[in-house]
């Protein structure tokens, strides 16, 4: 994508979008097991501002399947292009680390591999598998790629289960072709659908500040729900480079908090609404209302 300027200043950042600085021995600890483990996370790999703060709770999210995409989100940091083989000792590594940080809650993602047979559907099952293994009271939280909506490839994640399946939507409908490479608006509703109708906890997430209207963004909210989403996140969109997408605004904290009040209105069980909210950012504090049955 060619450089183009944001709509906004982007040196100007309001007030709501510093962030603090974390340096403890927390931070130094998961970094050090992070390095130790050969590990990715999204925490760095998507440039997340919340990192500091996350790290030094001594938390991160992990991310399997390497750290190429196959996709080109014009949205996001991680990087694209032809992935590496995947690295079978991940999932093990992926469960020692979460033992060592003594995760109460743990959350995986992953890059997209559409190069790969089945999108890295067994790879997902046996990651899910191993951490349960080594950490039998984690609670395991998901964020997987579309899959392409195939149920059959679906049904190898949900039959290791996870606690709580995410998959983000991003955006709202008219803007997905335009910042979203190769996913499909109708295929993400159509994905979570698949994982709510399975008796999971279905959770996804919408950033805001790509140019679209607040009716959007309810009408997204609206869809969601209506395919039996329980947990939703909103959180502000911010530009990982010049050749990202531009941010068309930034949005004030108590238009997310209208936007929280209009999710819980549709029935959501859960919903996660401030500028530097992400998707995985304090996810623990869903399972009061969204606790999976054991």
């Given amino acids: 994508m060619p450089i183009t300027n944001d709509k906004v200043n982007v040196?100007?950042?309001?007030?709501?979008?510093?962030?603090?600085?974390h340096d403890t021995e927390g931070f130094a600890e998961v970094a050090k097991i992070v390095e130790k483990y050969r590990l990715h996370t999204i925490c760095g790999s998507g440039q997340?501002?919340?990192?500091?703060?996350?790290?030094?709770?001594?938390?991160a999210t992990f991310m399997i399947l390497g750290d190429v995409c196959t996709r080109s989100c014009k949205f996001c940091a991680t990087a694209s292009g032809r992935p590496l083989p995947?690295?079978?000792?991940?999932?093990?590594?992926?469960?020692?680390?979460i033992a060592l940080m003594g995760l109460r809650h743990a959350v995986i993602t992953?890059?997209?591999?559409?190069?790969?047979?089945?999108?890295?559907?067994?790879?997902?099952?046996?990651?899910?598998?191993?951490?349960?293994?080594?950490?039998?009271?984690?609670?395991?939280?998901?964020?997987?790629?579309?899959?392409?909506?195939?149920?059959?490839?679906?049904?190898?994640?949900?039959?290791?289960?996870p606690d709580i399946v995410g998959h983000n939507i991003e955006t709202v409908e008219?803007?997905?072709?335009?910042?979203?490479?190769?996913?499909?608006?109708?295929?993400?509703?159509?994905?979570?659908?698949y994982i709510a109708?399975?008796?999971?906890?279905?959770?996804?997430?919408?950033?805001?500040?790509?140019?679209?209207?607040?009716?959007?963004?309810?009408?997204?909210?609206?869809?969601?729900?209506?395919?039996?989403?329980?947990?939703?996140?909103?959180?502000?969109?911010?530009?990982?480079?010049?050749?990202?997408?531009?941010?068309?605004?930034?949005?004030?904290?108590?238009?997310?908090?209208?936007?929280?009040?209009q999710a819980y209105s549709l029935g959501f069980k859960y919903v996660a609404s401030a500028p530097l909210v992400r998707s995985s950012y304090m996810a623990e504090q869903a399972l009061g209302c969204c606790a999976p049955k054991k």
């Avoid at 997340?48 to 938390?59: D, G, I, L, Q």
């Avoid at 995947?86 to 680390?97: L, M, T, W």
């Avoid at 046996?126 to 049904?155: H, M, Q, Y």
């Fill in 11 to 21: 040196r100007l950042k309001p007030d709501w979008l510093k962030i603090k600085l």
């Fill in 48 to 59: 997340c501002p919340n990192k500091a703060e996350c790290w030094s709770r001594r938390t």
């Fill in 86 to 97: 995947v690295d079978n000792s991940e999932p093990e590594n992926v469960a020692r680390s």
């Fill in 110 to 161: 992953s890059v997209t591999r559409d190069d790969l047979p089945d999108g890295g559907a067994q790879f997902w099952a046996n990651t899910v598998r191993a951490v349960r293994k080594s950490n039998p009271d984690t609670t395991i939280e998901v964020l997987i790629p579309d899959l392409d909506g195939r149920g059959e490839l679906l049904d190898i994640v949900l039959d290791s289960a």
């Fill in 174 to 193: 008219r803007l997905t072709p335009l910042v979203r490479s190769r996913a499909k608006y109708h295929t993400s509703l159509q994905t979570l659908e």
């Fill in 197 to 261: 109708r399975s008796g999971a906890t279905a959770k996804s997430g919408i950033m805001v500040g790509l140019g679209e209207t607040q009716d959007e963004v309810v009408q997204t909210l609206r869809d969601l729900a209506d395919v039996g989403v329980s947990i939703v996140t909103l959180g502000q969109y911010l530009r990982p480079t010049l050749r990202h997408y531009p941010v068309a605004e930034y949005i004030h904290p108590d238009t997310f908090e209208w936007y929280k009040q």
